[in-house]
């Protein structure tokens, strides 16, 4: 199985800073890959697919990148309703996400 | 706009059959595009995926999980069901359904499956005695 790892597992940011997550996959899977955004007690909102396509509606500091194994999300700009919880999700053959990445305004 | 809502019991006893049923709005569930999925959250934990069905019938599940879950489709209430059997306190969580993208993989020459969009609400469901 493939395995999907997140890193870092929680970070603090301020308001106006540039933040990226990584996610690692244990073996290749092109760009089979999705970014969701979970706010507190909220339900999971898709922002990128195919790693770096962004989803209608959600707004531009949001961007992906990456293939194979490594992928990024960065928020250009951290703003204070970006606190949340965001998980990575490959979908090529077998289906898994990531372990999540709790982002928080210090 | 479509809308994905949750339906069942909040509460099971250890070793019976988890049910829930996702009724869909706003489009057909029988649309060539899309999968449906089920997706689950432990209280405080992240995201586990445990299975998909096409409208035909067609299912893939979570190898972790495919012991104890049975997905199914009624197109005609254009709803999609879930059963978890054996369930444990291990099995506690808000339980997800939502419409899953399907894509052409190039790769393989076929349709592939994908990312989830919407979500419903979500369900919690108790695994108690």
């Known amino acids: 199985d493939i395995q999907m790892t997140q890193s870092p597992s929680s970070l603090s940011a301020s308001v106006g800073d540039r933040v990226t997550i990584t996610c690692r996959a244990s073996?290749?899977?092109?760009?089979?890959l999705a970014w969701y955004q979970q706010k507190p007690g909220k339900v999971p909102k898709l922002l990128i697919y195919a790693a770096s396509t962004l989803q209608s509606g959600v707004p531009s500091r949001f961007s992906g990148s990456g293939s194979g194994t490594d992928f990024t999300l960065t928020i250009s700009s951290l703003q204070p309703e970006d606190v949340a919880t965001y998980y990575c999700q490959k979908y090529n053959s077998a289906l898994s996400f990531g372990g999540g990445t709790k982002v928080e305004i210090k | 706009q479509l809308q994905l809502q949750e339906s069942g019991p909040g509460l099971v006893k250890p070793s019976e059959t988890l049910s829930l049923t996702c009724t869909v709005s706003?489009?057909?569930?029988?649309?060539?595009?899309?999968?449906w999925g089920w997706i689950r959250q432990p209280p405080g934990k992240g995201l586990e995926w445990i299975g998909s069905?096409?409208?035909?019938?067609?299912?893939y599940y979570n190898p972790s999980l495919k012991s104890r879950v049975t997905i199914s489709v009624d197109t005609s209430k254009n709803q999609f069901s879930l059963k978890l059997s054996s369930v444990t306190a291990a099995d506690t969580a808000v339980y997800y359904c939502a419409r899953q993208e399907t894509y052409y993989d190039f790769w393989s020459g076929s349709q592939g499956r994908g990312w989830f969009d919407p979500w419903g609400q979500g369900t919690l469901v108790t695994v108690s005695s």
């Open positions: 073996q290749g899977i092109s760009n089979y």
């Open positions: 706003g489009g057909s569930i029988s649309s060539s595009s899309y999968y």
């Open positions: 069905i096409y409208y035909s019938g067609s299912t």
